[in-house]
C-alpha cells in the first residue's frame, strides 16, 4: 500500500493475554520504528529496526515486550502478560535513512490496545 | 539525552491571526528537528524539519518554523490561522551524530476559532 499499515486498529484483551500488534511500511523502507503514545502524552519510543535486527530497544519499557522484523519488511510487536497499564495507542513509523527525506518518519494510523 | 519541552498544552488563536507554538530541545550534538501535527483519528503527519542551513524552514500547509540555536527552540509559525489547522502539534529531535530515535514533546492543541 502507500503508507504504513497497522493491524488490528482497535484490540481489547483481558489482563494476563497475550496481544500481537503488526505493521506493514512503506515498500523500500529500511527503517522501521515503534512507539507508545498515551493519552494526553507524547509518542514514546520503543524500538527501532534497521532491516532485520533491532538497533536500538532501549525504550521496551520491560520483558514483556517484544518486537521482531524477520524479513526486514513487516513487524510484530508483541506484549506477554498484558497488564493495564499497557493500554495506549502503539505507532508504527518507518523511513528512509538516505536522500533528502531522510529522518522524515511515516506513521500508521495506530492500533489502539485496551487492557481490562 | 535528548529531551523536549513543548511549555504550553493549549494554544488558541482567532482566524487569521498569526499563531506560534513553542519548543525547545537539549541534545549533545547538533540537532535534528521536525513538526509534527495530529488530526484526530488519524495518524501524526510530519509537517517539516531542520536538519542544516537555513535556519527558516517552510513546510506543509504555510506552516514555517525558525531554528534558534542560542536559545535551543525551534518554534512553529503560521502568518494567518485557519479553522482547519486545529489539531495537535508535536515537536520532536533527535542527534544529528548518530542513529538515535526521534524523540517527542508531549504535544500542544492547537484551536483556531472563528
Known amino acids: 500500500g502507500a503508507g504504513v499499515s497497522q493491524t488490528p486498529s482497535n484490540k481489547v484483551t483481558e489482563k494476563g493475554k497475550y496481544v500481537e500488534l503488526r505493521c506493514d511500511p512503506i515498500?523500500?523502507?529500511?527503517?522501521l520504528y515503534w512507539y507508545r503514545q498515551s493519552l494526553g502524552q507524547g509518542p514514546e519510543f520503543l524500538i527501532y529496526f534497521q532491516g532485520t535486527g533491532a538497533a536500538d530497544d532501549s525504550g521496551l519499557p520491560n520483558d514483556r515486550f517484544f518486537a521482531v522484523r524477520p524479513e526486514g519488511s513487516v513487524s510484530t510487536l508483541k506484549i506477554q502478560r498484558t497488564e493495564r497499564g499497557d493500554s495506549a495507542v502503539y505507532l508504527c513509523?518507518?523511513?528512509?535513512?538516505?536522500?533528502?527525506?531522510?529522518?522524515?518518519?511515516?506513521f500508521g494510523e495506530g492500533s489502539r490496545l485496551t487492557v481490562l | 539525552a535528548q529531551s523536549v519541552a513543548q511549555p504550553e498544552d493549549q494554544v488558541n488563536v482567532a482566524e487569521g491571526n498569526p499563531l506560534t507554538v513553542k519548543c525547545t530541545y537539549s541534545?549533545?550534538?547538533?540537532?535534528?528537528l521536525f513538526w509534527y501535527v495530529q488530526y484526530p483519528n488519524r495518524g501524526l503527519q510530519f509537517l517539516l524539519k531542520?536538519?542544516?542551513?537555513?535556519?527558516l524552514v517552510k513546510g506543509s500547509y504555510g506552516f514555517e518554523a525558525e531554528f534558534n540555536k542560542s536559545q535551543t527552540s525551534f518554534h512553529l509559525k503560521k502568518p494567518s490561522a485557519l479553522v482547519s489547522d486545529s489539531a495537535l502539534y508535536f515537536c520532536?529531535?533527535?542527534?544529528?551524530?548518530?542513529?538515535?530515535?526521534?524523540?517527542f514533546g508531549k504535544g500542544t492543541r492547537l484551536s483556531v476559532i472563528a
Open positions: 520532536a529531535v533527535r542527534d544529528a551524530s548518530g542513529n538515535t530515535p526521534l524523540v
Open positions: 515498500s523500500g523502507h529500511t527503517a
Open positions: 513509523a518507518s523511513s528512509l535513512n538516505s536522500g533528502s527525506r531522510a529522518g522524515e518518519l511515516f
Open positions: 531542520y536538519i542544516t542551513g537555513d535556519n
Open positions: 541534545v549533545s550534538g547538533n540537532p535534528y
